[in-house]
């Protein structure tokens, strides 16, 4: 045990500050790790609207988003489509709407428990000796939320270990020796690293933690349940009423416009906080209703799925221009993935190229389950 809680607490100081804004709770996901003393808990934290992760690294969501040929024929209402209306790709309006269609036909679940299963990862500023590279840190989760609030939650978490960025980073590894263990320094807001710690690139076992039924996710400072979650509105408008009476000025990681804040916190009822389809259908027609978002077109996620993608910008002085990617499944509605890419390095990115990837998640499971949830 004393091996893990070391590498968490590496990766936690190795957390970009960015992710840590002034003044904010802890993540409302408060876990005991069932191998410690009774009574001690593990906390963690994210910015708002982020879900509990195993590992304090993978709190940027993300999937990696490669554009594609959409190949094929668009069918469109009436009839067969043109081979120029095949070719078009969709506008971020007709993606959203369609998601839309499809989430609302989304029935819920009935079973004790919600499952979420998700790979997150994290790229990293390492070093080795005088060689400064990138690597892509990744972990997996198993998420078990009781719908009740009176059963435990669990979570199953795992470090995958990590893996160089690219193949100029990988000879840059290679030329340091290979080293089973690099340096994690965390990054400033002026662009430098603070003093590293020593961490494995090896991954490790699957972890289970627990926690009682409240305040698994949260809006804004504001802890809220699965129970929460079901109870949104299913109406656009209402939606936004309902969101925005957590909207306290922003700061820190997310934006201080209303509606740049709107389109963060909409985004992760769709990517990140599994909420019903119909709650999931408001998210998306509140999102075509807001300025700035713009169609990928037909996209892969990191796992090769196919979906339509869309995507939209956030600036700020800390982190420069971050561009946020999102993978939807046409066919359901439901969101593959989300990654997030550095457009303007500014801050606490400003080593990191134009283009350059800083995180991603994938959901490769979402269901509802009466199965008691493992050990």
């Known amino acids: 045990m004393k091996n893990h809680t070391d590498l968490m607490k590496s990766l936690a100081d190795a957390r970009p ?10 993540l409302p996901f408060v876990l005991t790790d069932v191998s410690a003393p009774a009574g001690r808990t593990r906390r963690f934290r994210a910015a708002a609207l982020i879900p509990a992760g195993g590992l304090a690294v993978a709190a940027v969501a993300a999937v990696a988003v490669v554009a594609v040929d959409p190949g094929g024929s668009t069918p469109t209402p009436g009839g067969p489509a043109t081979s120029a209306e095949a070719v078009r790709p969709l506008t971020a309006s007709e993606i959203l709407l ?25 790229v990293l500023t390492v070093s080795s000796g005088t060689s400064t590279y990138e690597m892509t840190t990744r972990s997996s989760d198993e998420s078990w939320l009781s719908r009740s609030g009176r059963e435990p939650n669990r979570v199953i978490s795992q470090n995958l270990g990590m893996t160089p960025l690219t193949p100029a980073d990988a000879a840059a590894w290679r030329a340091a ?10 990054p400033l807001p002026t662009g430098e690293f603070g003093p590293g710690s020593p961490i494995s690139i090896s991954g490790g076992p699957r972890r289970s933690s627990s926690s009682d039924g409240a305040g698994i996710y949260a809006f804004g400072t504001t802890n809220v349940s699965v129970r929460d979650l079901e109870k949104l509105p299913t109406d656009p408008a209402t939606l936004r009423t309902s969101l925005l009476k957590h909207f306290d000025g922003g700061g820190g990681d997310l934006p201080t416009d209303r509606e740049q804040w709107l389109l963060r916190v ?4 769709i990517a990140d906080i599994p909420v019903s389809g119909p709650v999931r259908a408001a998210a998306f027609r509140l999102l075509a209703t ?11 996620d990191q796992r090769g799925r196919m979906g339509q993608g869309f995507a939209f910008t956030s600036v700020s002085a800390a982190t420069g ?17 989300e990654e997030s890419r550095v457009l303007r390095p500014a801050g606490t990115t400003a080593r990191l190229e134009p283009g350059s990837l800083l ?5 490769l499971e979402q269901k509802t389950t009466d199965e008691t949830p493992p050990n």
Request: proline share 6%.
């Open 17 to 26: 500050a960015r992710l840590d804004p002034p003044g904010a709770a802890p």
């Open 98 to 122: 369609a998601a839309a269609e499809r989430s609302s036909e989304d029935a819920s679940g009935t079973g004790r428990y919600l499952v979420v299963r998700a790979e997150s990862g994290s």
């Open 177 to 186: 020796g290979s080293p089973e263990q690099v340096m994690v320094g965390k």
């Open 266 to 269: 909409a985004s992760s009822l």
């Open 321 to 337: 221009s971050i561009e946020h990617r999102f993978v939807v499944d046409a066919a359901t509605g439901r969101a593959l993935g």
């Open 359 to 363: 995180g991603y998640n994938v959901v």
């Open 290 to 300: 807001l300025p700035g978002v713009r169609s990928l077109g037909a996209v892969a």
